[in-house]
């Protein structure tokens, strides 16, 4: 078993920063992609940013230019660094981690932004 462990989230006012970090345990042996995912009340869950254990990173078109994803390999963490934040990124954030054949899920860390 694989357990995710997120921290960082809380409130903050519109343009203002967050950094969420993610850390793994557990039985890891080869994880391929880590990423955040975030669902706002009523909507789907939707990738925010993701990165594969070699550092090429996909982003939501909504998060370009203001959030960045960092991986540290040998301590299986992921962070995502977000600034000039808004309204509708008001959403429980989802640490991702995926290995062949397994995908794991964290608990969720709440964002909210203020006006």
């Known amino acids: 078993q694989v357990q995710l462990v997120e921290s960082g989230g809380g409130l903050v006012q519109a343009g203002g920063s967050l950094r969420l970090s993610c850390a793994a345990s557990?039985?890891?042996?080869?994880?391929?992609?880590m990423g955040w995912y975030r669902q706002a009340p009523g909507k789907q869950r939707e990738l925010v940013a993701s990165?594969?254990?070699?550092?090429?990173?996909n982003y939501a078109d909504s998060v370009k230019g203001r959030f960045t994803i960092s991986r540290d390999n040998a301590k299986n963490t992921v962070n995502l660094q977000m600034n000039s934040l808004k309204l509708e990124d008001t959403a429980v954030y989802y640490c991702?981690?995926?290995?062949?054949?397994?995908?794991?899920w964290g608990q969720g860390t709440q964002v909210t932004v203020s006006s």
């Open positions: 557990g039985s890891i042996f080869r994880i391929e992609i």
């Open positions: 991702n981690l995926w290995m062949p054949g397994q995908n794991y």
């Open positions: 990165i594969t254990n070699r550092g090429n990173t």
